[in-house]
């Protein structure tokens, strides 16, 4: 019995360690950092688009003033 108690006692000495609480996901904050990435993404994309847009819009502007042409020279 004395060994049972013993036992006991430093379990619950254990016990009161200060640990960091672990808490379940904060919804609003989940929903923050989703908008936040998507929006990142979305402007990277964009982004990425207009660039190609402006790569194509430059491309046929080259080609409708005869600067380069698709046709190979022979």
């Avoid at 672990?22 to 919804?27: A, E, H, I, N, T």
């Avoid at 491309?59 to 046709?71: A, R, W």
Wanted: hydrophobic share 40%; glycine share 10%.
């Amino acid at each position: 019995m004395h060994f049972a108690s013993e036992l006991n006692s430093k379990q619950m000495a254990g016990g009161r360690v200060a640990h960091a609480t672990l808490k379940g996901p904060s919804v609003v904050k989940e929903i923050f950092i989703g908008l936040t990435l998507g929006l990142i993404a979305g402007g990277m994309w964009k982004m990425h688009h207009w660039n190609e847009q402006r790569k194509t819009r430059t491309f046929y502007d080259m080609l409708e003033k005869g600067q380069i042409s698709v046709v190979v020279e022979e």
